[in-house]
């Protein structure tokens, strides 16, 4: 596109002819953001960023409308709530902006009229109107668009947390990223610019479409009045030609513009990947080979970057045509019933404000027209962003679905809940991959007892891990039935612990909420304007923050001396609830972040804890110690490891030979 001033790029000439060059999307549309090389730039799925695009799948459709009905239930919870009456202070000061914006198109064809009059008369009070008439479009315009954008922060605001509130909620956030029944394609996608995007364009669709049918029938029979059908027939002809001409232009365009979006996720990811490992990279030496893959990348970009700009080209030429030549044509109709003597009567100051009064209204109805085409193209990301938003929506809504009738299920069946002595009981299971044929292990049957640790061994591949995900209910069994203690009785301990932001004790507390979290939302007046009376009554009702309790803070600075973090605690000021904005994956070394977990464990000293490989990156030492401790808690292990040196501290030995074949033994017997 050529370069343009603001005040270019806002007059209805540039608007239309941009819009013509954009129409062949609005009416053949393939939407980019379906693109899955629009990959988050820390995406940890390379396979979605290297994956060729495809057409988008969304129309406007039953299921578009349905999936957009009730994303508005949650924008606008009811007729009294404030975002209803937000919006329909916006379309208030809308209906007046065009009122203003009518009056103030007018005001030149009354300059022609005073200043071609002899004697001149009625100058000043005309000048005083215009001037108060530019003002109230000034205020009138940016009052809709401040409204508009406040707005979309509500509606944003309503429907991100009604995802998140799905999304954090059980195993939902799991499922849906990395079981494949359940997956949607980049739910973090879905909820952090897809939401932004749909606030956005609806906010400029239902603030713009509800009174351009109005004005495009106001205009055309102001048109009609004045020059006839001849007029008419112009215009819209006219508009015709250059919707036609442009989605023929536009066409060869949309695979480049796919094929562009799908290069730049191919380098975003690149240079990503390089920040990500890029110690590893280091310690290899392998700055050479990153320079060429990132040259190459590079080039593919911009040779797509290149035939792009060589085919916008002729599209360019054809934009300005129609951007000048709209004025041409808006003297050119007023010009025919002129050269016929249809206005022989008039005088000529009668005649000059005639013209222009005709130009502006030819003018004003293509720009209603290109705004109304402008409204297609926004609707048709809206259809797409409102597919992926009800998407994520229904398929979080069925995992939680799920998970109620699982729970149900088992505790009607007393599977998870037991009295008297707690177990881990895994009897008779057989289980695989999810959606995958493949079986790991078959009829697996054993208990891990109070006291009796049980090491899970096996060559790499052979389900492991799989069955600590099984023991947990991340997935579910082929066969049989595992029963485990309550929740607050078992802990997992991954090989590499996951961190949160928030203070040393937020870390060690989790995954119990810190009772002084809360206070880190921002509160403001507009942030509490989309709940609901009962609802925001009730936020309030939270009062100030809490703190924790000396006796909580004591113990988590114990379970820091257990593990040797004691400085962690220095580092941050001696406070451990302070909020440190921290990367802990780059402040912790892998053994600190290992031994982190271990603190946590010992803070709350579960009945049971299951460890993946939770002590790996600790010396042998090291390692000693935190076993030690378990036994001195009364921690009963589910382990799973490869060293030897693991062996001492556990009872019995599960070994997986990876064939679906296992063996159970005593180590001592061993």
Known sequence: MCSASPAEKNCPLRRLGLTFGAVGVAMERVDLFDNDAEEPLLSHRPRDVLRKPRKSRYKIDWLCLKRLGKLLRIMFPGFTSVPTMFFLVLLGVSLAEELAVYNTGLIAS???????????????????????????VALLKSTATLLSNMLSVLWRQSITRSLQRLYFTGKACYRVNLLPENAVENPDQRVTQDV????????????NTIFIPLTIIYYSYTL???????????????????????KLLMTPIISLIFEKEHQEGNFRFLHMNSRTHAESAACYGGARVELSLANFRLSQLLRTMMSLAYRQYFLNVSINLFDYLAAVLSYFIVAVPIVAGKYDDYSSSELSSLISKTSFVSLYLLNQFTTTLDQSQ????????????????????????????SQASTAAQSL???DGDASIVVDGVTYGVPSSSRVLTQDLSFTVRSGSNVLVTGPSGCGKTSLLRVVLGLWEPLNGTVQCPPSKDIMFLPQRPFVIQGSIFAQIHFPELDPSLHHLEVRTWWSELAHQPAELAQSLAKGAPQQPSETQLNKAMLALRMVGLAELAERAGGDLTSYLDWNWNDVLSQGELQRLGFARLFYHQPKFAVLDEASSALDLDAERTMHEQCAAHNITLLSVGHRKSLEQFHTRRLHLHGNGDWTLSDIAEV
């Open 196 to 207: 932004d995007n749909l606030t956005q364009s609806l906010g400029t669709i239902l603030t």
């Open 224 to 246: 009609n009045q004045v020059l006839g059908p001849l007029g008419l027939v112009s215009i819209y002809g006219y508009f015709l030609a250059g919707v036609i001409l442009n």
């Open 110 to 136: 009354r300059f022609y009229g005073v200043l071609t009059s002899r004697p001149i008369r009625g100058l000043n009070p005309l000048i005083l109107q215009s001037i108060v008439f530019i003002v109230c």
């Open 416 to 418: 998870r809940s037991f």
């Open 378 to 405: 926004n609707l048709s990301d809206v259809a797409g962003y409102t597919h992926r938003i009800g998407e994520l929506f229904e398929q979080l809504q069925t995992v939680q679905k799920a998970e109620e009738h």
